[in-house]
């Protein structure tokens, strides 16, 4: 089983840039795909899949909604897998949590069985 710790997270200003990260312990890092997901402030908002990328890096998904501005990637060799963003915007504000599936692919957030503990990311104006 893996287990997740993300960092990088902070407080910045609207159209800084961030690296997240996520290390990944436990398991066979390069059996998974890896996500990023993040909830923004508020009560009942859903998990946002903002990013994907799967067993050996080599294929990419970034949400729609950040597609441009977020880049993700990973280093097998070191378990770790990042979340680069630019140009933040204050919307951008929210707990982001990577999360990994036990498959070489994933694209829908029920694949995603591991979670880490979320890394908080505040925009302002």
């Known amino acids: 089983q893996v287990q997740l710790v993300e960092s990088g997270g902070g407080s910045v200003q609207a159209g800084d840039s961030l690296r997240l990260s996520c290390a990944a312990s436990?398991?066979?890092?390069?059996?998974?795909?890896m996500g990023w997901f993040r909830q923004a402030p508020g009560k009942n908002r859903d998990r946002e899949f903002v990013a994907a990328v799967n067993w050996n890096g080599d294929s990419i998904y970034s949400g729609d909604s950040v597609k441009a501005r977020f880049t993700i990637s990973r280093d097998n060799a070191k378990n770790l897998v990042y979340l680069q963003i630019t140009s933040l915007k204050p919307e951008d504000t929210a707990v982001y949590y990577c999360?990994?599936?036990?498959?070489?692919?994933?694209?829908?957030?029920?694949?995603?069985?591991?979670w880490g503990q979320g890394t908080q990311v505040t925009v302002s104006a």
């Open positions: 999360a990994a599936a036990p498959s070489r692919w994933a694209l829908s957030r029920g694949e995603y069985d591991y």
């Open positions: 436990g398991g066979t890092f390069s059996s998974y795909a």
